[in-house]
T-cell receptor
Framework: AQTVTQSQPEMSVQEAETVTLSCTYDTSESDYYLFWYKQPPSRQMILVIR??????QNATENRFSVNFQKAAKSFSLKISDSQLGDAAMYFCAYRSLGPTSGTYKYIFGTGTRLKVLA | EAGVVQSPRYKIIEKKQPVAFWCNPISGHNTLYWYLQNLGQGPELLIR????????DSQLPKDRFSAERLKGVDSTLKIQPAELGDSAVYLC?????????????FGPGTRLTVL
């Protein structure tokens, strides 16, 4: 079974600095998606960035980028020029494609709480 | 474009009482998901619908939980009777489908407190 592990319950970063959130996963599949979601205190989960496993190039969205190491099953999120609005829970998620619709799985990690210090 | 709508946002009930949560997905989204999120944890899938069909309900505690999506649009999740351990946030999400590139969009959730 697939698992997603976020080993950092909480991280802090100074405003304008860079922070990296870690995520590891376990799967026997070769094709899948990985995601980072942001959940502010208001609770609405927002997609930050996604990576397709068959793509070697790391995904980038403005100040957010990932370091995807497929062999190591590692998927870290780097936030550059941190802003106060980046403070939230960040969840790493794995999505299998499944040979059929019934075997499609979406698995979340336990989250990392990011604090941004002014 | 309106996002995923959930109601109520908060619900407080006494144990053994029934409770229902409602979700209206983004227009045109065929796939609807209900998740349970305990405090300090990531969401866990309860049930996934493709149109009106529940294609994955393996994690739904069927002795007390039920869900329906009769016309393939909005959905209701029910708990009867509620137990203390059911206190959590219940999230609804929707997507166009489950194919490549189909992103899930989440609603704000319903925070349930069982006393």
């Amino acid at each position: 079974a697939q698992t997603v592990t976020q080993s950092q319950p909480e991280m802090s970063v100074q405003e304008a600095e860079t922070v990296t959130l870690s995520c590891t996963y376990d799967t026997s599949e070769s094709d899948y998606y990985l995601f980072w979601y942001k959940q502010p205190p208001s609770r609405q989960m927002i997609l930050v960035i996604r990576q397709e496993a068959y793509k070697q190039q790391n995904a980038t969205e403005n100040r957010f980028s990932v370091n995807f190491q497929k062999a190591a099953k590692s998927f870290s999120l780097k936030i550059s020029d941190s802003q106060l609005g980046d403070a939230a829970m960040y969840f790493c998620a794995y999505r299998s494609l499944g040979p059929t619709s019934g075997t499609y799985k979406y698995i979340f990690g336990t989250g990392t709480r990011l604090k941004v210090l002014a | 474009e309106a996002g995923v709508v959930q109601s109520p946002r908060y619900k407080i009930i006494e144990k053994k009482q029934p409770v229902a949560f409602w979700c209206n997905p983004i227009s045109g989204h065929n796939t609807l998901y209900w998740y349970l999120q305990n405090l300090g944890q990531g969401p866990e899938l309860l049930i996934r619908y493709e149109n009106e069909e529940a294609v994955d309900d393996s994690q739904l505690p069927k002795d007390r939980f039920s869900a329906e999506r009769l016309k393939g649009v909005d959905s209701t999740l029910k708990i009867q009777p509620a137990e203390l351990g059911d206190s959590a946030v219940y999230l609804c999400a929707s997507s166009l489908g489950t194919g490549r590139g189909n992103e899930q969009f989440f609603g704000p959730g319903t925070r349930l407190t069982v006393l």
